[in-house]
């Protein structure tokens, strides 16, 4: 059985208190772990039939590749999130997924889905919000990048990943460990590297974070939440992102 340290079982726990039946229920996802290293792509674009995962440890990202060799990164996953399974109900995967770092990864397959979806339909529910909240996620990412300026996309991103991250207790209201570089950030963030370095020096200069050394650090959470407008209500997580 998926013990109570599963960074799924946490995320879930977020949206529904669940029964001791339905943490055994989540076991059957319990299935022997696959390690990726930095380099080796889970899914490809394009490829039939992908294999769906949920993300233990380690951080990937999803990516489109334009036919200028351009690449576009739709986001970013972090423990306890599921990897693909848009692809697996498509049964063609729409986008790539590369490691940011090394990660374990669990599958699952469309049985094992059925059965849950079959055998406890509260577990269910709270499957459907957390990925409904992904999905929201991206949406929100597409309001920064037509709408917000340098500053807000920036601070509202590190904002946003703080309070994903603290559902699954890999943050606090202080800070984060993030192994991201500016070219991920550039890329996901639609700005050139050098843009990126000259907003993150303008946030740390005016005391309001810092990102250094892969390590994300809140100086004055409250300014930073009021210049990127932020507000968790679109994750469904009520006070997740500070206690």
Same mark, same amino acid.
């Given at each position: 059985m998926i013990?109570?340290?599963?960074p799924l079982l946490s995320k879930l726990s977020a949206f529904a208190t669940l029964t001791n039946s339905e943490r055994a229920s989540l076991g059957r996802f319990d299935r022997p772990r696959r390690c990726f290293e930095i380099g080796t792509d889970l899914m490809r674009e394009g490829e039939?039939?992908?294999?769906?995962?949920?993300?233990?440890?380690?951080?990937?990202?999803?990516?489109?590749?334009?036919?200028? %060799?351009e690449r576009q990164i739709v986001d970013f996953q972090v423990p306890? #999130?599921? =990897? &693909? +399974?848009?692809?697996?109900?498509?049964?063609?995967?729409?986008?790539?997924?590369?490691p940011v770092t090394p990660i374990i990864a669990v599958e699952?397959?469309?049985?094992?889905?059925?059965?849950?979806?079959?055998?406890?339909?509260?577990?269910a529910a709270a499957m459907l919000w957390a990925l409904s909240t992904d999905g929201a996620v991206v949406v929100e990412r597409l309001v920064s990048l037509g709408r917000?300026?340098?500053?807000e996309r920036v601070a509202h991103f590190f904002l946003e990943l703080g309070a994903r991250l603290k559902v699954v207790g890999l943050a606090t209201?202080? %800070?984060?460990?993030?192994?991201?570089?500016?070219?991920?950030?550039? #890329?996901? =963030? &639609? +700005?050139?590297?050098v843009h990126?370095?000259?907003?993150?020096?303008?946030?740390?200069?005016?005391?309001?974070?810092?990102?250094?050394?892969?390590?994300?650090?809140?100086?004055n959470f409250d300014k930073?939440?009021?210049?990127?407008?932020?507000?968790?209500?679109?994750?469904?997580?009520?006070?997740?992102?500070?206690?």
């Open positions: 013990d109570v340290q599963n039939k039939n992908s294999t769906a995962y949920i993300l233990l440890d380690g951080w990937v990202l999803s990516y489109k590749l334009l036919r200028s %060799g306890g #999130d599921f =990897l &693909g +399974l848009r692809s697996l109900l498509l049964r063609t995967a729409d986008h790539s997924i590369e699952i397959g469309m049985t094992d889905l059925l059965r849950i979806f079959r055998e406890s339909p509260r577990l917000r300026d340098a500053i209201g202080d %800070g984060y460990a993030c192994p991201l570089s500016q070219y991920h950030l550039a #890329d996901a =963030l &639609g +700005l050139s590297a990126i370095n000259r907003v993150l020096r303008q946030l740390r200069e005016e005391e309001l974070m810092t990102f250094r050394a892969g390590k994300v650090t809140f100086d930073l939440v009021q210049i990127a407008q932020f507000d968790t209500a679109y994750m469904d997580h009520g006070g997740a992102a500070r206690e």
